[in-house]
């Protein structure tokens, strides 16, 4: 009798320590790479996580191989500040794969970078500003349309936890910043250069989400570099509003003596 009550104290306490175990911290980084065939369809796909700070703000660093690729270095630098907040990414490469006159047709790497959390700005009008730089020690993506580099960046309402299906992106991206160009013999710009988005409506808080996506490689066995960066900035309200609401008490104030003024006569 004492040893089956033993048995079900046991079993009580092993089950109250599961229901009072914390859950494991979410993800308010994600860093996710994958490599996709010339038919489309994934050849790998690696994903890695890490916390941020309260505000959003921190680093990650991804280093993994991915498929036909070996990513040495994937690196995010989110800060945050009144009235804005910022994302820097640095991207080292190297493609093993096939290239565009073979058979197999070249391979596409689309690397995905998630940021939760962000505040800032905090509410009214804002606008994202991004830039990127490929260099390369060999690396050659190169097409007739300049698309074989695309860099987006966009923010999304909430705070979004997971990534959709390697091998495609998020939707649902206000304000979406787009530059594009090719990974050639010597470092360049992606063109716009700054590439701007269109003013938005700031959501709080927010998912800052940046993409990019590497295809049409016309050498294998060489390495290529990028560098990039995005800014949300809040967007200030046109100098004329801003004087013709500073001018509102002014006039409110004029009614009032305007009526003072008339009731003294009567």
């Given amino acids: 009798m004492m040893h089956r009550r033993m048995l079900l104290l046991a079993a009580?306490?092993?089950?109250?320590?599961?229901?009072?175990?914390?859950?494991?911290?979410r993800a308010d980084f994600i860093i996710r790479a994958t490599d996709?065939?010339?038919?489309g369809g994934v050849n790998a796909s690696v994903t890695q996580s890490g916390l941020s700070n309260a505000d959003g703000s921190g680093s990650l660093v991804f280093n993994s191989t991915v498929g036909n690729f070996s990513i040495t270095l994937v690196t995010n630098i989110a800060t945050t500040g009144p009235g804005f907040t910022a994302a820097?990414?640095?991207?080292?490469?190297?493609?093993?794969?096939?290239?565009?006159?073979?058979?197999?047709?070249s391979d596409t790497l689309i690397i995905e970078i998630l940021g939760n959390k962000f505040t800032n700005p905090s509410t009214g009008s804002a606008q994202i500003t991004s830039n990127s730089s490929p260099s390369t020690s060999g690396l050659l993506?190169?097409?007739?349309?300049n698309n074989a580099v695309v860099m987006t960046s966009g923010v999304i309402s909430g705070n979004?936890?997971?990534?959709?299906?390697a091998g495609t992106t998020l939707g649902g991206q206000l304000g979406q910043s787009?530059?594009?160009?090719?990974?050639?013999?010597?470092?360049?710009?992606?063109?716009?250069?700054?590439?701007t988005g269109a003013v938005f409506n700031i959501p709080n808080p927010f998912t800052f989400y940046q993409t990019y996506t590497i295809k049409d490689f016309q050498t294998s066995g060489q390495a290529g570099s990028l560098s990039g960066?995005?800014?949300?900035?809040?967007?200030?309200?046109?100098?004329?509003?801003?004087?013709?609401?500073?001018g509102v008490p002014l006039l409110g104030l004029a009614n009032r003596l305007r009526r003072r003024k008339t009731l003294q006569a009567v």
């Fill in 229 to 246: 960066g995005s800014t949300v900035n809040a967007v200030p309200a046109p100098a004329g509003l801003i004087l013709a609401l500073t």
């Fill in 36 to 39: 996709l065939a010339s038919g």
């Fill in 141 to 145: 993506a190169t097409n007739g349309t």
């Fill in 12 to 25: 009580v306490l092993a089950g109250a320590a599961l229901f009072w175990a914390p859950t494991p911290a």
């Fill in 178 to 195: 787009t530059g594009s160009g090719t990974m050639g013999g010597a470092s360049s710009v992606l063109n716009p250069n700054p590439a």
């Fill in 88 to 105: 820097s990414q640095t991207i080292n490469i190297t493609y093993n794969g096939p290239t565009v006159g073979s058979s197999a047709g």
């Fill in 160 to 165: 979004v936890l997971a990534l959709g299906a």
